[in-house]
């Protein structure tokens, strides 16, 4: 069993940054972040599989904006999120599975961390 714990997160003003990390306990092939917003679904927002050389992989509305990073070493993984806007907001939860490969669908991420709260004020 792999337990993600994050950190980061909090409120800021449009425009602004803000940098979340997730660590997992133990090795995983693929990382990365969902978001729900109230009463809305939990959404992919970006990844990065150990697969094939390695590769990370963003949701349209963050590419520009969103840099993922990894530490392997550390079994860590970091999201800067830059130029946030209001609509960024929600909780972002950090997900992990132990099969390679690029997923954007929640139901194939069996670990996920408690999710912290981002909130981007206009």
């Known amino acids: 069993q792999v337990q993600l714990v994050e950190s980061g997160g909090g409120l800021v003003q449009a425009g602004g940054s803000l940098r979340l990390s997730c660590t997992a306990s133990?090795?995983?092939?693929?990382m990365g972040w969902f978001r729900q917003a109230p009463g809305k679904e939990r959404d992919f927002v970006a990844a990065?599989?150990?697969?094939?050389?390695?590769?990370?992989f963003y949701t349209d509305s963050v590419k520009d904006r969103f840099i993922l990073s990894t530490d392997n070493a550390k079994n860590t993984v970091y999201l800067q999120m830059n130029s946030l806007k209001p609509e960024d907001t929600a909780v972002y939860y950090c997900?992990?599975?132990?099969?390679?490969?690029?997923?954007?669908?929640?139901?194939?991420?069996?670990?996920w961390g408690q999710g912290t709260q981002v909130t981007v004020s206009s």
């Open positions: 990065y599989t150990n697969w094939s050389g390695g590769y990370t």
């Open positions: 133990g090795h995983t092939y693929t």
């Open positions: 997900a992990a599975r132990s099969l390679p490969g690029a997923s954007r669908n929640a139901a194939q991420y069996p670990y």
